[in-house]
């Protein structure tokens, strides 16, 4: 080899070594690890919350079952999963969320009501609240929604909880904002959501409620909205759209960050992960998920949110059982 052919290579192997550390500095933030498969058996559409360090799995439905009862939890430290007590009721696309050490599942569809032959999805609408008490692994019915919703967007805010929008018993989506007073254990309602909608990522932080996403009737009716309620002022405000427009999809507050992932269409499941920095205001991209993924909800435990079971194709096909970990470490943590 002569010495400009030396040459030649080095410049070459510099121009490649170059070009990787610019790929890694750019690389979308994470990765994704599986852990050990929920205990009882594939599901779809469930409550998912996370408490105390422990990932909680409510309801949802099977292609079998419309409306599971049963309930499990995950202890990542042990990487195993347990049975719970099953809830009073069986109920799919039923939203979950902890406040001051108790769970709550509202809302849901149970299936098709008497006498009705249609598509099951989305059908029965029902308005049950229960709250789960771990210490005592025992529920109670607190006073139902004053409207039946499924696919319902629930937060915890100031020691209240909120439920918004969502679908009614005509298979409509709806405005409807009632807000769960824990002192007096009735329903009242606040300013509507702008637009209606359901299967939306929801979540409070720092004072105020996001609703992002979502779909206005069909899966094709995705929208990239997002909206942020003040109960100080008891208004909404337009946050910044997120990109990519999607219902069904999973989310949770990881640090700084509302994660939203995966969601779907009439035809296909997203792998999008996309952000919203709270700090900066805007959303960033993430690393992209193994498969798509919709009817399941993230849990954010440490580093880490968990995805359990839901669906990898659209509507109620390829059914599993499988534990999804998106992990960030760095920025935004």
Do not use: C
Request: charged share 20%.
């Amino acid at each position: 080899m002569t010495r400009f052919e030396r040459a030649a290579r080095g410049v070459a192997l510099a121009m490649l070594l170059s070009l990787a550390a610019a790929n890694a500095q750019t690389a979308a933030p994470g990765e994704w690890l599986k852990r050990a498969p929920m205990s009882m058996g594939v599901r779809t559409e469930p409550g998912v919350v996370a408490l105390d360090g422990k990932v909680y799995v409510l309801g949802g439905s099977t292609k079998d079952v419309d409306d599971l009862a049963t309930a499990e939890a995950y202890d990542p430290g042990a990487d195993k999963w347990s049975a719970i007590a099953s809830m009073p009721a069986g109920v799919n696309h039923n939203s979950a969320v902890a406040m001051n050490g108790k769970i709550y599942s509202i809302g849901g569809f149970s299936g098709r009501p008497p006498g009705f032959s249609g598509p099951r999805v989305h059908q029965g609408a029902e308005a049950h609240a229960f709250e789960y008490n771990p210490a005592t692994n025992a529920w109670r019915a607190l006073a139902p929604m004053k409207a039946p919703r499924g696919s319902v967007g629930v937060a915890a805010l100031d020691g209240k909880i909120h439920a918004i929008g969502g679908r009614g018993r005509d298979v409509k989506t709806v405005r409807t904002h009632e807000v769960w007073d824990p002192a007096t254990n009735q329903w009242s309602e606040s300013a509507q959501l702008p637009t209606a909608r359901d299967h939306m990522a929801t979540l409070a932080v720092n004072g105020v409620i996001h609703v992002i996403g979502g779909r206005l009737n069909e899966r094709d009716d995705n929208v990239v909205n997002h909206d942020i309620y003040d109960p100080r002022t008891d208004s909404w405000s337009a946050g910044p759209p997120v990109p990519t427009a999607r219902s069904g999809g999973q989310f949770a507050l990881l640090g700084n960050l509302i994660v939203f992932y995966g969601g779907e269409t009439p035809k296909s499941t997203f792998t999008e992960n996309e952000a919203f920095d709270l700090k900066a205001g805007r959303w960033i991209t993430l690393a992209p998920g193994p498969t798509g993924l919709h009817a399941s909800a993230g849990a954010a435990v440490g580093d880490s949110v968990y995805y359990p079971g839901g669906s990898t194709g659209p509507g109620g096909d390829a059914i599993t059982d499988q534990l999804l970990v998106f992990r960030l470490r760095g920025p935004g943590q």
